[in-house]
T-cell receptor, first 115, second 113 residues
Framework: DTEVTQTPKHLVMGMTNKKSLKCEQH?????MYWYKQKAKKPPELMFV???????INESVPSRFSPECPNSSLLNLHLHALQPEDSALYLC??????????????FGSGTRLTVV | TQLLEQSPQFLSIQEGENLTVYCNSS?????LQWYRQEPGEGPVLLVT?????EVKKLKRLTFQFGDARKDSSLHITAAQPGDTGLYLC?????????????FGKGTTLSVSS
């Protein structure tokens, strides 16, 4: 299995809602990432997990809360979002130690719209 | 802070034309990676260059890593409409905890028939 699976593919939520994005991989990768991408812009790093521990938080607002319950799963919990948070949220994974050569595997993303 | 400058930002060409995309930095990278992204999808890795001066070919795409490992280029020969997409260069600084891929701003390529 060489895929990163993200669910849901599309999500519309109100500013008072609580929702979660899910990401799953079965490649044995021990590093997982959340990126946010606006239209025609590059992905912006949000969080990095290495061996299920949070290693990078790029000063992301607390309304975004990541969770890595095991080595295959990565969640992003959303609460009280703003319309400007509407974007494509991408999950990626990589091997620790070989990412420089084999790169990241990205999921197809969740298209989030905050109304 | 390591930054990657990518140019041009937008490119609109006719089928059959050649093009080159550049990715430059003042920092040295362990590797530079090129990704291609289609609308509504995640980026897909095209190639990784690791050694200074390295040249890699992927069908009509030629990738080069600068001798000093600070820059890279992507050359497409005889572009086709299927090459349309967002091309992203990404630099990898290291594998220590606290590092991740750094993306350039991307080049949006449109190839018309």
């Amino acid at each position: 299995d060489t895929e990163v699976t993200q669910t849901p593919k599309h999500l519309v939520m109100g500013m008072t809602n609580k929702k979660s994005l899910k990401c799953e991989q079965h490649m044995g990768h021990r590093a997982m990432y959340w990126y946010k991408q606006k239209a025609k812009k590059p992905p912006e790093l949000m969080f990095v997990y290495s061996y299920e521990k949070l290693s990078i938080n790029e000063s992301v607002p607390s309304r975004f809360s990541p969770e890595c319950p095991n080595s295959s799963l990565l969640n992003l919990h959303l609460h009280a979002l703003q319309p400007e948070d509407s974007a494509l949220y991408l999950c990626a994974s990589s091997q620790v130690g070989t990412a420089f050569n084999y790169g990241y595997t990205f999921g197809s993303g969740t298209r989030l719209t905050v109304v | 802070t390591q930054l990657l400058e990518q140019s041009p930002q937008f490119l609109s060409i006719q089928e059959g034309e050649n093009l080159t995309v550049y990715c430059n930095s003042s920092s040295v990278f362990s590797s530079l990676q090129w990704y291609r992204q289609e609308p509504g999808e995640g980026p897909v890795l095209l190639v990784t260059v690791v050694t200074g001066g390295e040249v890699k070919k992927l069908k009509r795409l030629t990738f080069q890593f600068g001798d000093a490992r600070k820059d890279s280029s992507l050359h497409i020969t005889a572009a086709q409409p299927g090459d349309t997409g967002l091309y992203l260069c990404a630099g990898y600084g290291g594998d220590q905890a606290g590092t991740a891929l750094i993306f350039g701003k991307g080049t949006t390529l449109s190839v018309s028939s």
